[in-house]
Every structure is written in structure tokens, then in C-alpha cells.
């Protein structure tokens, strides 16, 4: 078994110091999955205080390197931390990698304050068509509510239900539209209850 091995072993049996201990020295000495792994740790303080800026520092290095999942995860602490530029920088990079989170997460970025720009639909579109819930469920908002583009209900509800395939805000927005005849949905007690009952017990 390989030093890999047993520290991803010692952290599934939530042995997180023993894991830490394992990942430390292979991420000090270049492991590109250790550093991913211990800027985790460090985000989640799992076998380590809680270190913001250590996560950051970690998630940088593979980042470099041209990892995508640590390029998104990099992206997205410098946003919370309110490096905006440096952020979009590598969201970016991710994103064109194709990685959903990263692409939605620039969608947020480029939406901000109830103001949607041609930007941030493009980015959510991109990670809405390969079924990320979060970017389906902002379509959903943007096309309802017309951030950015014309109001349309058919689009809105297109996206509200392929959110609700597994996204529990969306299945109460379609219940409710059932329910009370909104989106230019059919007023539908069946439907409603299918969305805002049924439908949502599978999720959970």
C-alpha cells in the first residue's frame, strides 16, 4: 500500500490526525493529490485547525501545476476572501477546462446586486448543460424574474425543472407554480403535490 494509500485509508476511517501526519510530508515534497487533499484539511479543519489562508496557500500549488479542481477551489476562496480579480483569474482557467463548479461560480460572480450580465448566463448556460443544479436553478431565477434578458416563463420553467431533478428550492418553485397557476403553468393539484411532496422525498 502505497503512502498515498494509507493516508486516504486513515482519513476514511476519520483518523484525520494520523491522515494529516501521512499527507504533510508527500505535500512538502511536491505530491500534487496530498496538497490537494491537505488544503482541505485545512479548509475543513479535519486532523488540523481550521487555516483559511494554509488552504489557500495549498490549493496553490497544484493549481500551478494545472489541476482544474484546485484551480476551482482556489478561485473560489480567494472570492470569499474578496480577491475578486485573482479569483476570476482562476476561475477562469477551471472553468474553460470545462469543470461545472467553476463555471457557475463565475456566473455568480458576474451576477451580483439583482443585475445579471450576458457574461454570467454564458457561464451558467455552460455549466447548466452539463446538469449542475445551482447554475439551472439561477437560469431559472434570471428567466422568471428577466435579469438580463426578456422575461420568459417557458425558459424559466425549462431550467426551474431540470434543476429539480435533484434541487429542492426548484421543486418548491414548480409546486407552488402548479399550485397557484404561475409561470404560465396550469393551475394542477396533482402536480403541485408531485413537486412539493413526492418528488422532493426522493431527493431527501
Not at 23 to 47: D, H, R, S, V, W
Not at 70 to 93: D, F, P, T
Not at 173 to 200: F, H, M, S, T
Request: hydrophobic fraction near 40%; aromatic fraction near 12%.
Amino acid at each position: 500500500m502505497s503512502s498515498i494509500e494509507q493516508g486516504l485509508a486513515a482519513f476514511e476511517a476519520e483518523k484525520y490526525n494520523e491522515a494529516f501526519e501521512i499527507f504533510m510530508p508527500l505535500a512538502e515534497a511536491g505530491n500534487l493529490e496530498a496538497q490537494e487533499i491537505i488544503a482541505g484539511m485545512y479548509l475543513t479543519g479535519k486532523g488540523i485547525e481550521s487555516d483559511f489562508n494554509q488552504a489557500i496557500k495549498w490549493y496553490r500549488l497544484p493549481a500551478e501545476s494545472g489541476h482544474p479542481i484546485a484551480q476551482n477551489n482556489l478561485g473560489v476562496l480567494l472570492s470569499a476572501s474578496g480577491n475578486r480579480e485573482e479569483a476570476i483569474k482562476w476561475l477562469m482557467v477551471s472553468a474553460q477546462k470545462n469543470i461545472p463548479f467553476a463555471q457557475s461560480a463565475l456566473g455568480d460572480i458576474f451576477s451580483k446586486n439583482n443585475k445579471t450580465s450576458a457574461e454570467a448566463i454564458t457561464w451558467y448556460k455552460a455549466a447548466a448543460v452539463q446538469n449542475f443544479p445551482w447554475a439551472c436553478y439561477r437560469l431559472g431565477e434570471i428567466y422568471a424574474k428577466g435579469q438580463g434578458v426578456p422575461k420568459n416563463d417557458a425558459e424559466a420553467v425549462k431550467w426551474y425543472r431540470k434543476a429539480a431533478q435533484d434541487y429542492r428550492p426548484s421543486q418548491e418553485i414548480l409546486g407552488n407554480a402548479y399550485k397557484e397557476g404561475l409561470l404560465g403553468l396550469p393551475q394542477d393539484e396533482e402536480l403541485a403535490r408531485y413537486w412539493l411532496v413526492e418528488r422532493a422525498n426522493l431527493v431527501l
